[in-house]
Every structure is written in C-alpha cells, then in structure tokens.
C-alpha cells in the first residue's frame, strides 16, 4: 500500500515536472536554443510567489498568476537583450548567452536571498482515500499543471499567434515570406517558456523547501523530460514529466533515496542511445 501512495504522490508532482520542461522544450523547438537560464528561471518564480505571499497577504495561487505574467514579460525582455543578438550564431553563441543569465541571475538571488532555504506557510490539508493520503497542494499543483497544459495546447492549435509559432518552428524562413513577424514571434516563445518556468517554480514552492540554487536541479529534470517526451514537443513534456514522477515515487520503496538521480540519467543516457526522437517523438 505504501508503494501506492508514493506512485500517487509521485504522479502528482510528475503534473509539475512536466510544465517546468514545456518551457524548455518549447524554447528549443521553435528557436533551436537551449536555455541554460531555465532553472534560476524557475527558482525566481519560487522566490516571486514567496515574496508576493509574505508582503502582500495574498493567496499564493493569485502570486502565482502574478509571477507568471512578469514570467511572460521578463522572457520577452531577456530575448530582446541577450538572445535576439545571436539568434542566428553557432549554438555555442546561444549557450554562452542562457549561462551569462543564468550566472547573472544566481550571482543577483545570491546576494539578496544568499542560499539558505525558504518555505511557503501555506497549507490546503489533505484528502485520505482508503490508505493513500494526498496533499491539498500537490492536488492543485497537478491541477494547475493540466490547466497550463491545456491552455498551451489551445493556444498552439486554435490562435494565430500560437499557429504563428508552430509555423515559425517548422520554417522560419518559409514563415518570414508569408509574413509572420519571426523575432516577435521568437520573442512571445522565449516569454511563454519563461513563463512556464515560472509557474512551474511557483507551483513548487507551494510544497517544497527552496534556495535561489533550487533551480539547477529542476533544470536537470527537465532536461530528461525533454528527452523521454521528444525534444520540441511541448506537450509529450507533460508525459514526460509523469513518467520522471512515477519513477521518483517508486524507486525510493526499493532503493535509497541516493540512487533516484542515478536512475533518471541513465534513463536518460539509454533513450538518447535507443530513441533520439523520445518515447513521444520529436514534434517541429
């Protein structure tokens, strides 16, 4: 029975992980990039909903949409400073770029936050059925998480700037002579993925301690998930991120703790070897 509550458990953190990954995988898919910056991204949307809760009394899900939309903002700033500039470099440019903000932004959270851990003082009870217990936050997380994913899929497949995007990721220069303006539609990706760092950063914080190095690990994850559900599909990341979960929640009822790590990266290593594409195949 305890093997059935730590599957559930970690299903439902899995919900988070996988948004945390659509930033980055959707990042890479429409502009070849990959965002070393992503988990301080994720560790400011930690560091924003803590913040708008405890100096402003607010609920942390009302925070949460807050963070997100500065998330989105932030994303579109970033990209108009640091990427748009090499945009079209080598990718060596582009990964030189995501780490300068990625030691930019621990080098700033650092000094004003320094590294000790934070918690949110928020609590939504729990809910027992039969002998599994679910937390009232990881509850919402993984709702929250559904939302997201499904609001990113509208987007993608029922506005135009969401078709804008996906055309700009199949051919950007095919997209350009139809007149899709690419470096804003670049620009709104790099925000969006911003933004679902942020959320994701957001959502954790609601249930986990934190550090502005906090970040780094989820990056990690979502690099796995990127792999295990198709690098540039968005949507497999959610898939991804349950199958990462699943392993999480199981592997510790065999195992020590110790040995999870070690575990999702040779799963990593072996999928890279068996299937490049990922388990849900690579989506442009």
Known sequence: MNLLASLVDGLLIGFVYG????????????????????????????????LITTALGVNPYIALILVALVGLAS??????????????????STLLATFAINMIIIGL?????????????????????????????????????????????LFLYRTRPGKYVRAVANNRAAAELMGIP????????????????ATAGGLIAT???????????????????????????????????LVLGMLEGVIPAFLPNTWVPVLEFLLFVLILLVRPSGLFGAKR
């Open 75 to 92: 994303g579109v700033l970033i990209y108009a400073v640091a990427i748009q500039r090499v945009i079209n470099a080598p990718h060596l």
């Open 19 to 50: 948004i945390a990954a659509m930033g980055l995988t959707l990042i890479w898919g429409v502009m070849n990039v990959i965002n070393l910056a992503h988990g301080p991204l994720i560790a400011l949307g930690m560091f924003g909903v803590y």
């Open 182 to 197: 690419s470096s804003r539609i670049l620009a709104l990706s790099f925000g969006i993925g911003t933004l679902l760092a």
């Open 109 to 153: 959270g650092t000094k004003v936050f320094s590294t000790s851990p934070y918690t949110i003082d928020f609590s939504l009870g729990s809910i027992s059925i039969g002998p599994i217990t679910i937390l009232g936050t990881r509850l919402v997380a993984a709702l929250a998480a559904v939302i997201v994913t499904g609001s990113l899929y």
């Open 207 to 241: 249930f986990f301690p934190f550090t502005i190095l906090a970040g780094g690990a989820y990056e990690l994850k979502s690099f796995v998930i990127g792999v295990l559900g198709g690098l540039g599909n968005p949507l497999g990341a959610l898939a991804g991120g």
